[in-house]
């Protein structure tokens, strides 16, 4: 018999995790952190299973909300394999032992709520995890005792995948996140006809369609236009992984192509983006046919020392920096100085989670604190979700529609609010083989 529990990513985005098991093996697929505050207090409760029974882990991909909660898995007593793709291995690295730092640092940070006033795991759980990583190659079937698996593109970042399981001759897909079927410089989700038994697939965008990304970079482009013309500056808060390069990429391109005038310098300002970027550019997964320089550019700036940074006056230049909602990190530094002036605009790239400073500035506050200190909210706030990595209704439709519905016999919706998943089976008229189960229910896969 078969069983699979939903630990995370049910009836809500963040916190992915499932674990599936069988009568002779135990594992989980994803064990992310839980972001945003109606659920964060759900990454300190303890495990209701024992991780050291746990026989392995499969990773989706890199994102903190698929991987953020391993190094808790590890200090509980997990020691079996981490299996993940290569460059999910290569940038998990930075992301885990850079969760580790953040917990260790916010214990002082002031905008650290009580509820997290106590460490989740340290650094050495971090490099206790790392160690037990085991990098393979798309599309390489492993047998791991028994239990097949193969990582797929899922076209979503560097080396995220959907993964597919067979467990006792039952074939068991696990969408991952996915991103948009087109896409400038990452390979696009797979889409070879398949048999499934199961899939556990996101629906974040079910009933929504992205605009064109054509039509959203025109309009960054057109903002930052605007900025530069009133002397202002950029801020531009961004994610570490995917979200920093897509923005690094699409920079580049609209001043090659003229589209942003006297550009005088794109900071990157996140010690954690710089080092992802890195494995971006030297990763020969991507498309080499764009060549290697893909996010290099004269006017961009590795920012070492971020002192020098806040404290030099410039005119006509782009500061991207973490973290991506603005929960801390160096972004802070910048909107403390930049908010005050109507002249700057801050460009929102990704998605704000509820009580994140992210969120109050795109919901018009009109004064945040950072730091304890009241600061006026006078530059501009945009945003510009159009840049999202996340399939839309059109997209999720794509990759669904490989399986042989023949064969499959249930789909089970994850990472999303229920109004999104709802709409993704009202539209597909999947009432009778889609379902959306509730945080940590478990059913029996026959
Ligand atoms: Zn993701």
């Not at 759900?42 to 909660?69: K, S």
């Not at 983006?273 to 006017?299: C, M, P, R």
Request: aromatic residues 10%; neutral net charge.
């Amino acid at each position: 018999m078969i069983k699979i529990k939903f630990l995370g990513a049910a009836r809500t985005v963040t916190g992915s995790s499932y674990l599936v098991s069988s009568d002779k093996k135990k594992f989980l697929v994803d064990c992310g952190m839980f972001q945003g505050i109606d659920v964060e207090e759900r990454n300190y409760l303890p495990y209701d299973f024992n991780p050291a029974e746990l026989d392995f882990v499969l990773i989706t991909h890199a994102h903190i909300d698929h991987i953020g909660l391993l190094p808790k898995l590890v200090k509980h007593g997990f020691r079996g394999p981490i299996y993940l793709t290569n460059e999910t291995s290569a940038v998990a690295y930075h992301l885990l032992l850079d969760s580790a730092k953040i917990q260790e640092n916010n214990l002082r940070d002031s905008r650290w709520r009580p509820s997290r006033g106590k460490l989740i795991y340290d650094t050495t759980d971090a490099l206790e995890t790392i160690a037990l990583f085991r990098p393979v190659k798309f599309d390489d079937e492993v047998n791991i005792d028994g239990v097949v698996v193969k990582f797929e593109r899922a076209g979503h970042a560097l080396g995220a995948a959907s993964i597919m399981c067979k467990v006792d001759s039952k074939i068991i897909y696990f969408s991952g996140d996915l991103g948009r079927s087109e896409h400038p410089f990452l390979q696009p989700f797979d889409l070879a006809p398949r048999n499934a038994d199961f899939v556990i697939m996101e629906s974040l965008y079910g009933g929504i369609y992205h605009e064109q990304r054509a039509e959203t970079i025109a309009k960054f482009e057109r903002s930052i236009n605007d900025i530069f013309n009133r002397n202002g500056n950029v801020i531009i808060p961004a994610f570490a992984l995917q979200r920093t390069q897509e923005i690094l990429y699409t920079l580049k391109k609209s001043y090659q192509d003229k589209q942003i005038n006297k550009l005088e310098g794109v900071n990157l300002d996140s010690p954690l983006a710089q080092k992802i970027t890195e494995v971006y550019t030297h990763s020969i997964f991507l498309n080499n046919s764009l060549g290697k320089d893909l996010f290099e550019f004269e006017q961009l700036r590795f920012i070492r020392n971020p002192k020098k940074l806040t404290r030099s006056k410039f005119e006509s230049s782009i500061i991207i920096a973490g973290s991506g909602m603005c929960e801390g990190g160096r972004i802070l530094g910048h909107l403390n100085k930049y908010l005050p002036d109507p002249r700057n605009g801050v460009l929102i790239v990704g998605f704000q989670a509820e009580g994140t400073l992210g969120r109050e500035l795109l919901s018009g506050a009109k004064s945040v604190t950072i730091n304890k200190k009241s600061v006026p909210v006078r530059a501009e706030i945009e945003d510009f979700l159009g840049f999202s990595a996340h399939a839309d209704h059109k997209d999720l439709t794509l990759w669904l529609n490989r399986f042989d519905k023949k064969n499959l016999r249930k789909i089970f919706l994850v990472h999303a609010e229920t109004e999104r998943m709802d709409a993704f089976i009202d539209k597909e008229n999947l009432k009778n083989s889609a379902y959306a189960p509730e945080w940590k229910e478990e059913i029996v896969l026959d």
